[in-house]
Structures are given as C-alpha cells and as structure tokens.
C-alpha cells in the first residue's frame, strides 16, 4: 500500500467531527451539512404548488415517452390514409389529421421521446463537462483556471443555437438525436462550468476541507467527497431549468431545417410542417406548440421551485 493510500485510509477511520473541535467524534459534519441542506429543502418544495404542478407535467410527459401507445389511444402515426388530410379535431380523432391523414394525437404523443431524450441527454453531457472542467479548475486554480477558463470564454463568445447550426450542417456528427444533443451540449455547458467553478473555490476554503488536507487526504478524495457534494445545489437547479431549455432549442433546430430530420417525429418537425398550413388546418401548428410549451414550463417551475428551496434568499 502506498503513503497516500495509507492516508486516505486514516482518513476514512476519522470523522470530521474530530478535526472541529466542535462536535463529537462520532458526528460527520459534512453528512450532517448535506442532510439538513436536503431536508430543509424537501420541506420548501412540499409547500410549493408550483413545484407539484411542474412535477406532474413532467412525469406525464415522461410516461407519454416511455409508453406513448397508451396516450396515442392505439393509434399508429405512420397508418396514413390521404381521404383524412387535415381533417379538424373530432370526438373521435382529438387533434384531427395532418397533411398525410396521419392521425395528429398519435403523432405528437410519439414526438414527445424523440424531443425528451434529446433534453435529457444534453444535459447529461452538459453535466459531465460542467463538472468536471469546474471542478478541475476552481480546485487547482492558478495556471490551469486561467487556461479553462479563457477556453470556457471562447465558447461563450458563440451563440449556442448559432453554433449548434454550423455544426450540424457540416454534417460531422450526423442529424439523429445523439447528434442533436451532442451539438447542443457542446455550446451549452459553460454555465454548468462557472457555477461549479465558483462554489468549489467558495468551498475549498472552509474549515472541513482543510482538516482533511491536514489529515493526509488526497486531492481526488477532498474534490470528490468534500467540496462537490457541498457545490451541487446550484448546479442541480441549472439543470433542471435546461432540460426545458434543451427541449425548445431541439424544436428551433428542426423548425429551421437543421435538427432532426424525417421519418424521425418530434414536436419540431410537425411545427415546421403545419407552418405554411396554418391558415386552413391551424390544429398543426397549435397542439405540437402547446405540448412543448407545457413540456419547457414544467422543468422550469421545477427549476425555480429547487433554486427557492435550496436558496433560501430566494424565498418570498
């Protein structure tokens, strides 16, 4: 075993209850920071009607992507019969037909997967970049966060749909979901990155972090188990808000001919299809429209519900 497993050994077999002076040995004070932290904050979000209402959209959307033939009524979006084209909402048919008679409700019920997981996984990998790049550079500082950093402005400086257009037309990535969401990402996770950033060089400095250094800790473990779990908070609201952000930007692209293309189905392509019949079947613009704006507004009053919660500054 080496001198810094040895260390992070003893580290293990000491609470940070000891190196206070404050408490007992027997108290982790960093565990007992997050608990209340978590705790208080579910306490605040059970109280919040917003945060419930936002919750329940967002699982409905949820559901609808993972068995979205229970939503569609049975129908299938590719059983397409010409006769029906841009036949009105009816009893039967609830958002009428599109141009192909194409039953519309199955159509946008099966647009939700494509547009949720194109939001869900930008954000997976805005995460990942975020965290790490932040991380890396609010704990060495110095030369490596003025690198990361001017890095971090250069991307920045471009506008993320701006840049998601040019690299999607270069056809490098290709135009499925993955690409999508990967061109999204890329343009989008300097926030996530100053956010971790700054609560990392706010935290390295308290007392908890210093008397695991002193007790021979790595650098890898204070990182891990000290100052990220005490700088998520914040990063945790962005998130969530950017999910509904994502999943508009996805919308943008398609509409503007550069996101996803058919046969695939997202709420974008079926806005961009129906926006030259808006006039004579406005039933193709307005239910793709409205299910997205209640998808965005669902993981934006989660995101603003979390932040009031975790913040208490914010609280009215």
């Not at 141009?99 to 954000?123: E, F, K, P, T």
Request: glycine share 8%.
């Amino acid at each position: 075993m080496t001198d810094q497993q040895q260390a992070d050994l003893r580290h293990d077999e000491v609470t940070a209850g000891t190196t206070t002076g404050l408490a007992s040995p027997s108290v982790d004070v960093t565990q007992e920071r997050q608990n209340s932290l978590w705790s208080d904050a579910w306490g605040e979000l059970r109280r919040n009607v917003l945060f419930w209402i936002g919750a329940l959209l967002g699982v409905l959307f949820l559901l609808m992507a993972l068995f979205p033939q229970v939503f569609a009524r049975g129908a299938d979006p590719r059983d397409c019969n010409l006769a029906n084209s841009q036949q009105k909402p009816s009893a039967e048919h609830w958002f009428g037909f599109d141009q192909q008679g194409c039953d519309y409700l199955a159509n946008v019920v099966y647009g939700a997967r494509n547009s949720l997981v194109i939001g869900l996984l930008a954000v997976l990998v805005i995460l990942l970049l975020g965290i790490v790049v932040g991380a890396v550079s609010g704990f060495y500082g110095r030369a490596v966060d003025s690198v990361l950093s001017r890095v971090t402005d250069i991307f920045y400086a471009v506008p993320f749909i701006l840049g998601a257009i040019v690299v999607l037309r270069s056809g490098v990535l290709g135009r499925g979901v993955v690409a999508v969401a990967i061109a999204l990402a890329a343009f989008s996770w300097m926030t996530a990155m100053r956010l971790v950033r700054s609560q990392v060089i706010a935290v390295k400095s308290s007392d908890y972090v210093a008397a695991a250094r002193a007790m021979g800790a790595s650098n890898r473990r204070i990182l891990v188990r000290h100052i990220l779990p005490n700088a998520v908070a914040p990063v945790l609201v962005y998130t969530t808000i950017t999910i509904g952000v994502m999943i508009a930007a996805e919308a943008t692209l398609t509409f503007l001919g550069v996101g996803l293309q058919r046969p695939a189905i997202s709420w974008g392509l079926q806005i961009e299809a129906g926006q030259s019949l808006f006039r004579s079947a406005p039933h193709l613009v307005l239910f793709p429209s409205a299910i997205l704006t209640l998808t965005v507004m669902a993981f934006i009053m989660m995101g603003d519900a979390l932040r009031d919660a975790l913040d208490p500054r914010q609280r009215a």
